[in-house]
């Protein structure tokens, strides 16, 4: 095995485990906020049990033998380590969530790789992805939940911007949306995310082109069927409690209360207002592009979530740690080319070249 060989697997290990030690935490760190005895049945509070594709995990979990065999070796270990009893559905919730950071990690790593031009920052952007999706879903001092959905939401998020930036076959996306719906609705602005995508022609945004019959032709129907997916949740849970209502004074209250400013401005690991003020930095068009999403996801979550739990902005993860490191690896080229007294116009002299490809050699290594 080569050198290069053994340093990427070296780093794959330490990912994994980073990985596995997030997904721990995130499960004793935070409390659970669906009860996932009564979603199974689904009797538990709407909108939550509208949430309803973990009910398939979770009727396993429930039932299964073999997990409940696995499971008790943890129960009989050091409490140290396992404070309370390992239940056969944290195993499932632990494994769902371990496979839905690598795939947010990976694809996030993707569209970083095929946006950058040099690619220096690839060994950073899955423990920055980490980090800030540490900050983001348990660094709270109030409303510190998590929910069943969370992180399958965020895989599929990651997965729905790789297939948009990669302008995959439409067919992608299309079924894609149909399967992420039915575990959370946020995927309704995954809509105008592709309408944006579609609308850039050599890195600048035309307005107008959103609208075209070819971009309509995929995104109405899909508004169609989400539209028709939330009318039928609401009539076969009719019978739910329900906390579904907007939150508006919550929010407000939230933003008028200066104690609260630091968990809100913790979304995204405090680096979307990072984005939206560096913007202009983002080298790639199309990514420049997406973050015109962030506006219109703040006023939907505005409405009907709550910002202080930030987790409601964690589907944006993918986008902002992208677009953190193209920023930063910006700033870098930038530093590099005045250091040797070149302009940030002008391209850089051989010797220079041969540097900066020394060092994507070593990050991809």
């Known amino acids: 095995m080569s050198m290069d060989a053994r340093r990427k697997l070296l780093l794959l290990t330490v990912y994994v485990l980073a990985t596995i030690q997030f997904a721990w935490c995130y499960l004793w760190l935070t409390r659970p906020y669906v009860n996932t005895a009564l979603y199974e049945r689904g009797i538990e509070r709407m909108p939550f049990q ?9 009727h396993l979990a429930h039932s299964s033998t073999v997990l409940r065999w696995i499971a008790a070796p943890f129960s009989r270990a050091s ?9 056969p559905e944290v195993l499932v ?8 950071l690598l795939i947010a990690g990976w694809m996030t790593t993707r569209i970083y790789q095929t946006s950058s031009r040099y690619k220096l920052l690839t060994p950073v952007v899955y423990p920055l992805l980490l ?31 790789y297939l948009i930036y990669q302008r995959r076959h439409w067919a992608w996306f299309v079924l894609l949306f149909v399967v992420a719906t039915t575990n959370r609705e946020t995927t309704l602005l995954l809509l105008p995310l592709y309408m ?22 995929v995104v109405m129907p899909l508004a169609v069927y989400w539209t028709v997916w939330q009318i039928a949740v609401r009539w076969w849970f009719f019978g739910n409690r329900s906390e579904f209502y907007p939150r508006l004074d919550w929010n407000v209250k939230s933003l008028l209360v200066p104690q609260a400013w630091p968990q809100l ?32 996801w703040v006023a939907f979550m505005f409405s009907y979530g709550i910002l202080v ?14 677009s953190t490191a193209l920023i930063l690896e910006q700033l870098l080229m930038v530093r590099i080319r005045n250091r040797n007294g070149l302009s940030e116009g002008v391209g850089m002299l051989p010797v220079q070249q041969v540097g900066v490809a020394d060092a994507q050699r070593d990050c991809a290594a």
């Open 265 to 296: 401005l913790s979304a995204c690991g405090y680096l979307l207002l990072f984005v939206l003020v560096m913007y202009r930095r983002i080298p790639d068009g199309r990514l420049r592009a997406w973050i015109a999403i962030v506006p219109v």
């Open 196 to 217: 944006i995508d579609a609308a850039v022609v050599d890195g600048r945004l035309h307005w107008r082109r959103m609208l075209h019959w070819r971009r309509l032709a």
């Open 50 to 58: 509208g949430r309803c594709l973990m009910i398939l995990p979770m």
């Open 79 to 87: 409490h140290f380590w396992f404070p309370r009893p390992v239940q």
């Open 93 to 100: 919730q632990a494994g769902i969530n371990v496979v839905c």
């Open 131 to 161: 980090a800030v999706c540490a900050a983001t879903y348990m660094m709270h001092t109030v409303q510190n939940f998590r929910f069943i959905y969370d992180l399958p939401s965020l895989a599929f998020f990651s997965v729905a911007m």
């Open 309 to 322: 739990e930030t987790r409601v902005f964690g589907e944006l993860i993918p986008l902002t740690v992208c």
